[in-house]
C-alpha cells in the first residue's frame, strides 16, 4: 500500500501497471454526518486484491475526520466543505449546515484537495455521501452513473433539485469537465448491503 499524507489529507494511491491506464480518484466523508465512505473505501483497501488492475485508483477515506468524529456535516470552522470551492458560482451563504466559507478555498483542505487534483489529475471521480439514494453526476459522466447504477440500483440523478453553489462537482465535472460522481447512499440502508454494492462498482472501476 503506498499512503501519501498532504498536511490532513490521507491519499492511498494503488497504481496499475498498464500504460493505458485511467486515473481514479474515490473520495469518503466530506461531510462529518456521512461516515459510510471511509467504512466502505478501508474495507474495500483490506479485501481487495489490487496485483491486475488495469487502472489507476486513488483513495481518500476521509476527507473531514474532525467532523466524522464529532458526526457533524462541516469542518472545524463550520463550513461545508462541499460549498467551498472556487466555482463560478460560489456565494457565501448562511451560517447554517451548509455554510460556504467566508470566500472560495477559505479552507485549508480545500486548498489541499485543489492541490491534489493538480497533482493526481484524475480522469474519473468518484464521491461517497449520503442520504439521498442516487447517482448524481457532474460533467460528462452519465453514462458512467447509468453504470453505477446497475450495480447500487439507485435511480441516475443529474440535478438535486436545490442549489449547490461552490459544490465539488461542479468545480471538476462542470468546470473541468472531468466525469463526476456523487454516490448519495440510503440511510436506511444496513453497512452490509452498501459494502456490497459498492465493491462491485469499485471492482468494475479497477478494470474496465
Known sequence: MSNTTTNTIELIKKPSKQTTAKTILIIGVFHGEEPQGEYV?????????????????????CLNPWGKERGVRGN????DLN???????WIETEKDENYSGKQPASEIVTQQMIDLLEEVKPEIILTL??????????????????????????????????????????YCGVERNIPTITLEYDDEEAYESIYTKTEKIFDWLAVY
Open 41 to 61: 473505501i478501508r474495507r474495500y483497501l483490506e479485501n481487495a486484491n489490487f496485483e491486475n488492475i488495469n487502472n489507476h485508483l486513488n483513495f481518500i477515506p
Open 76 to 79: 472545524h470552522n463550520g463550513v
Open 83 to 89: 460549498r467551498n470551492y472556487p466555482t463560478k458560482n
Open 129 to 170: 455521501h449520503a442520504p439521498l439514494k442516487c447517482v448524481n453526476y457532474d460533467g460528462p459522466a452519465k453514462e458512467l452513473a447509468e453504470k453505477i447504477s446497475d450495480f447500487c440500483d439507485y435511480p441516475v440523478i443529474a440535478d438535486l433539485g436545490y442549489p449547490t453553489p461552490g459544490s465539488f462537482g461542479t
